[in-house]
């Protein structure tokens, strides 16, 4: 979910309202009238949970280790290493603070055919749960599995199918 602070103002009142959207839509800004014929100025404060995260020189390390071992060990490993690998030198890598809902799922991972990925860093913003350096490692290979074995995102069934090849080169 996306959530945007909404501030609108007339003469007499201030008023705060938390909006949540399914995605994150640009800014906008809206000038309306009140009943009393005052002037309202809505302003949607910049998404919180659509920023990205600069990829440290932690991530940074972690995944030109990860993608040295796969290429090492060869075959499937290989083969979505390359993945990796181009999407990380490309700079198609974004990584968001926190996890979003995708219909009822919480997603920590989403990819596109050409390359680009969005993962998550950690789980929400309450700090409710941990993701580790690990699960981020893990969620950026099972994207890139996604596209390397062109495994369509369409049910529960293909999320194994990439984890499949994910498990197999630990």
């Not at 302003?43 to 932690?58: E, F, H, I, Q, R």
């Not at 040295?68 to 075959?75: S, V």
Request: hydrophobic share 40%; charged share 20%.
């Amino acid at each position: 979910m996306c959530m945007r602070a909404i501030f609108g103002m007339t003469s007499w009142r201030l008023t705060l309202v938390v909006a949540l959207s399914a995605s994150c839509v640009s800014a906008r800004h809206t000038v309306m009238t009140a009943n009393d014929g005052d002037s309202e100025f809505i302003s949607n404060v910049p998404c919180a949970t659509c920023a990205t995260l600069p990829v440290d020189s932690t991530v940074t390390r972690a995944i030109e280790k990860r993608v040295a071992d796969l290429k090492a060990r060869g075959g499937y490993c290989s083969d979505y290493a390359a993945v990796l690998e181009s999407s990380y030198r490309k700079g198609q890598i974004t990584i968001r603070p926190y996890m979003w809902r995708v219909g009822s799922y919480l997603a920590s991972g989403e990819a596109k055919p050409n390359g680009e990925m969005v993962l998550a860093r950690e789980i929400d913003s309450l700090n409710v749960g941990v993701r580790t350096l690990n699960d981020l490692l893990w969620s950026m290979e099972h994207e890139a599995a996604h596209i390397a074995f062109r495994i369509d995102t369409q049910g529960g069934i293909t999320e194994d199918r990439a984890n499949d090849y994910v498990r197999a080169c630990k």
